[in-house]
């Protein structure tokens, strides 16, 4: 029979992939290769550490029977950890800031933890730091194990014992290339020094997002100051224990958006289904593999899975409201749907048969100075309120007559998958245009509406 005595057992052994459709399009001659973390039992690279953290505080007596594990992370290593502590009975309790995806908090309480968030504002070393936070509750329940991913040593030699030895023996030794995040260093740190020992002459390349302080401090020796970005588990505010600075070579650093567009693109693209911080490490090995040839072989990891974050960078909807989203893919629809903080109101619309005076209540009490006339599900004519005022200047009877008798030509009409910039030439001549779904009118979008797309 072959079985493994518990999940724990799963963790670890991920397969390479190739990266294909995306290499040939950036004409890379390197070999891409994807280090599969997300197919570990949690869905990411940080069970490795879960367990070797927990395999440490039993062996020293740290973590007694019964004990709780109290841990400051943006999800995963909670993740890993909750994992042992379902299988090995302790409780647990992670802290997290409000920038950690509601997925992974759920996830987290899923597997049985409790979770304490803090404002992702919190500067380092301040009461309300997530750090901190996690530092005092340790000091405040007993018999309880806080492993400190950031400076425990369990957590670099986790990938040196396990994630370095598979990469080196999966390409046969031919590696040149090894890119990886940096947030408690133990991945980048731990698989670098195993690789460096078999061939010093691959190359440890860390992608760090603009904003955190890690490619700055690495090129010269300065702590800038941290600006914030929306990628999670990777970058710091300040230098952290386990990020070995001595073992990388050289740090790239990618915007948000790179990261986001690359992740979104290996998930349609390769079926790579995964998070940021992925993005962020392939968009760096595209770059480093750039120049390179047929020799080649780059080894990115992909950090965890996109189910993580369907709620953020995997939805159009969060996308847009980032100002993110590739404008191919703001559509009519999406742009109705999420207008207005994305509390869709009713199409406003008036009749050819209704009172001109009517109308013009309407238009004042819905404060649109434009709206159009529908008869049917068919959009017949407009009214525009200073061509309706200029009228009424000559003739002031129109308030009894009919909309029909006053309205002018109607808003263009078009598809609900019209993309931004075909709208934008639309309403370079009128002032809005109109969403046809299944030949009903759906919804309007104004110049305005388009500007606030630009903010
Ligand atoms: C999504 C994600 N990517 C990457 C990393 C970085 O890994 P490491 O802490 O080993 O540097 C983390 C760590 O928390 C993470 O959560």
Not at 342 to 353: F, M, R, S
Not at 443 to 449: K, M
Request: aromatic share 6%; glycine share 10%; charged share 25%.
């Amino acid at each position: 029979m072959k079985f493994y005595n518990d999940i724990l057992g799963v963790i670890g052994r991920t397969p390479l992939v190739r990266v294909n459709h995306l290499t040939k399009q950036h004409n890379i001659k390197a070999t891409i290769l994807a280090k599969m973390e997300s197919l570990n039992p949690g869905y990411s690279v940080k069970d490795r550490i879960g367990v070797s953290m927990v395999d440490w505080a039993e062996k020293e007596g740290v973590l007694k029977p019964g004990g709780t594990i109290i841990e400051a992370t943006s999800g995963n290593t909670g993740i890993g950890l909750a994992l042992v502590a379902g299988v090995r009975g302790y409780k647990c309790i992670f802290v997290l800031t409000e920038k950690v995806s509601v997925e992974k908090m759920r996830y987290l309480k899923s597997l049985g933890a409790d979770i304490v968030v803090c404002p992702a504002a919190a500067k380092h070393g301040t009461p309300d730091h997530y750090v901190e936070t996690a530092k005092r509750i340790s000091r405040e329940v007993p018999n309880s194990f806080y492993p400190d991913q950031y400076y425990h040593p369990a957590n670099p030699a986790a990938h040196y014992r396990t994630t370095g030895p598979e990469i080196w023996e999966d390409t046969d030794g031919k590696i040149t290339h090894f890119v990886s995040g940096i947030g408690t260093g133990g991945t980048i740190s731990g698989t670098g020094r195993y690789l460096k020992e078999k061939n010093p002459n691959i190359k440890i390349i860390g992608a760090d997002p603009y904003g955190s302080i890690f490619k700055t401090y690495k090129d010269s020796g300065h702590v800038p100051e941290a600006t914030p970005y929306l990628v999670e588990g990777i970058g710091q505010s300040l230098p952290v224990g386990n990020a070995d600075m001595k073992i990388i070579d050289d740090i790239l650093n990618i915007t948000d958006r790179e990261s986001f567009e690359y992740a979104r693109l290996l998930s349609r693209r390769e079926g790579i289904f995964c998070g940021g911080s992925t993005g962020t490490n392939f968009a760096a090995a595209l770059k480093v593999a750039e120049p390179l040839d047929e020799d080649a072989i780059v080894v990115f990891i992909v950090c965890d899975t996109g189910e993580h974050y369907l709620s953020k960078f995997h939805s159009d909807e969060w996308m847009k409201e980032k100002l993110l989203l590739e404008p191919q893919r703001i559509t009519a629809g999406l742009i109705a749907e999420t207008k207005n903080s994305g509390a869709p109101g009713e199409l406003i619309y008036v009749n050819p048969g209704d009172l001109v005076s009517d109308a013009l209540a309407k238009m004042n009490q819905s404060g649109v100075t434009q709206i159009p006339v529908i008869e049917d599900n068919r959009s017949v004519g407009s009214l525009r309120e200073s061509r309706v005022l200029q009228k009424l200047l000559k003739n002031r009877d129109l308030l009894d007559s009919t909309v029909g008798d006053v309205m002018d030509e109607s808003f263009p009409v078009i598809e609900v998958d019209t993309n931004l910039n075909a709208i934008k030439v639309k309403l370079q001549k009128a002032p809005a245009v109109l969403i046809e779904d299944f030949k009903r009118i759906t919804g309007i979008i104004t110049r305005s509406d388009v500007l606030e797309l630009d903010r």
